[in-house]
């Protein structure tokens, strides 16, 4: 079974990596508690808004950022029924607004056509965690 951990952002991704535990990773990169965030029914246009705002913070260039989303969608897109898709979210406004868009794209789909979706029991900040320190979390799940 494919395992697919999706974290908040790039420090987690970077302590989970060195877990040991098995799977892909995936960060979702975006603050969507800042700025436009238009119905993401299409995704080529909720990407160039949330990418245009990105870019007049300076935080990312309007083309970087959407070769970002798209890659991240079409990650997410190829998590099928056999696999576990695994949520690591920190209990932040920034995260949880991650976790209903995740969900919300999940909802969309087939009930047959849906990954396995467990969440890590996290009521801490995950980027600062050492990498041993996720491997209970998994097994919490």
């Given at each position: 079974m494919l395992t697919l951990h999706l974290t908040n952002g790039d420090h987690a991704a970077t302590a989970l990596a060195r877990s040991g535990l098995p799977?892909?990773?995936?960060?979702?990169?975006?603050?969507?508690?800042?700025?436009?965030?238009?119905?993401?029914?299409?995704?080529?246009?909720?990407?160039?808004?949330?990418?245009?705002?990105?870019?007049?913070?300076?935080?990312?260039?309007?083309?970087?950022?959407?070769a970002d989303?798209?890659?991240?969608?079409t990650r997410l897109d190829s998590v099928g029924p056999s696999a576990e898709l695994v949520l690591w979210v920190e209990p932040d406004l920034c995260d949880q607004l991650q976790l209903i868009q995740v969900h919300a794209r999940l909802a969309r789909r087939a009930p047959g056509e849906r990954p396995k979706v467990t969440i890590c029991p996290a009521d801490c900040f995950l980027g600062p965690l050492k990498p041993e320190k996720f491997v209970p979390l998994y097994e919490a799940r």
């Open positions: 799977g892909d990773i995936l960060s979702w990169r975006d603050l969507l508690h800042d700025g436009p965030v238009p119905s993401d029914g299409d995704l080529a246009a909720f990407r160039k808004v949330r990418g245009e705002f990105l870019a007049s913070r300076g935080w990312q260039s309007q083309s970087a950022a959407i989303f798209t890659e991240r969608d």
